[in-house]
């Protein structure tokens, strides 16, 4: 059974987005000089960004007929971008303000601090900074962590920054984690749970959130407005894949192992370069790599 495996790499971290948008270029820009992460490479169809040219962790793939994405339907609810201090989250918060970018909300999660915001084609992003892990509440049930949804302290926040934009922070900010729009809640997260030996963390209503080793969630699901949808067409922006990296071979074949024994049946497995790949049950592709 694959509950009697071990669970998934606890040093496991997500490696790069890969998102699918309508313009290449007013999305590169977007993400370059709006959001802060440097530009790798742009090419007429795909761009790369991230701290790290060898590894980006943003890829961009250019449509070339885009249609708006259905306002009911599984995919992307965010893509979470970790800063690593408060003050780099407060400098990427001058920037968005500099270039009257909206942010469309912000919270106190208690784990973490957070804003939100969308880019070019309304595809979500928040950014956030997590607080030391000392200081995280466990769930009254000692199994996870207590994620609130309080109002955020802005100006506190601010004042921890020096009052500059500042300028992209290379190889500071890092995707933390991806939150999904999925059609069933308990069916997404058992496919995590046990399928991949992911751990629920916590629940809230229409909401789940998973995550390796001790982490808050490197994986949020919700059906909030996606209970009972389809999967959006291809030619609509969104997430076209989220790779992990895991840290070596023996934790891949030990995913491979619990994906064997997955029932009512084990997932279809694809072989890439330095890993493997899969669909989850709303129809997104996940990719495990180990270096």
């Given amino acids: 059974m694959a509950s009697e495996l071990p669970p998934i790499d606890p040093s496991l971290r997500i490696g790069a987005v890969h998102l699918a948008v309508s313009d290449i270029a007013r999305s590169a820009d977007f993400y370059e000089h709006v959001l802060g992460l440097p530009l790798i490479s742009r090419e007429p169809e795909m761009a790369l960004l991230g701290g790290d040219p060898a590894r980006p962790a943003l890829v961009l793939i250019g449509l070339a007929h885009p249609t708006p994405v259905p306002v009911r339907s599984t995919g992307l609810f965010h893509v979470a971008w970790l800063h690593p201090s408060r003050p780099a989250l407060a400098a990427t918060i001058r920037r968005l303000a500099t270039s009257r970018w909206p942010i469309t909300g912000a919270s106190d999660h208690g784990v973490s601090e957070a804003l939100y915001l969308s880019d070019p084609d309304a595809l979500g992003i928040e950014i956030y900074v997590d607080r030391p ?3 995280w509440q466990l769930d009254p049930d000692g199994d996870g962590v207590k ?12 004042a921890s920054s020096d009052g500059e934009a500042g300028p992209a922070r290379p190889a500071a900010m890092a995707v933390g984690h991806v939150h999904l729009k999925v059609a069933d809640v308990p069916r997404a997260s058992a496919f995590y749970r046990n399928a991949l030996g992911f751990d629920e963390k916590a629940r809230l209503p229409g909401a789940a959130f998973l995550a390796a080793d001790a982490y808050h969630h490197h994986v949020g699901l919700n059906s909030w407005q996606s209970a009972g949808a389809s999967t959006p067409p291809d030619t609509a922006p969104g997430l076209r894949a989220v790779e992990f990296e895991l840290a070596g071979d023996g934790a891949l074949a030990a995913l491979q192992r619990r994906l064997s024994v997955f029932t009512p049946a084990p997932p279809a497995v694809q072989s890439e370069p330095d890993g493997i790949s899969l669909i989850d049950p709303d129809g997104d592709r996940i990719v495990f790599r180990s270096p």
């Fill in 147 to 158: 994620m609130d949804t309080l109002p955020l302290d802005l100006d506190d926040l601010l």
């Fill in 133 to 135: 892990r000392e200081r």
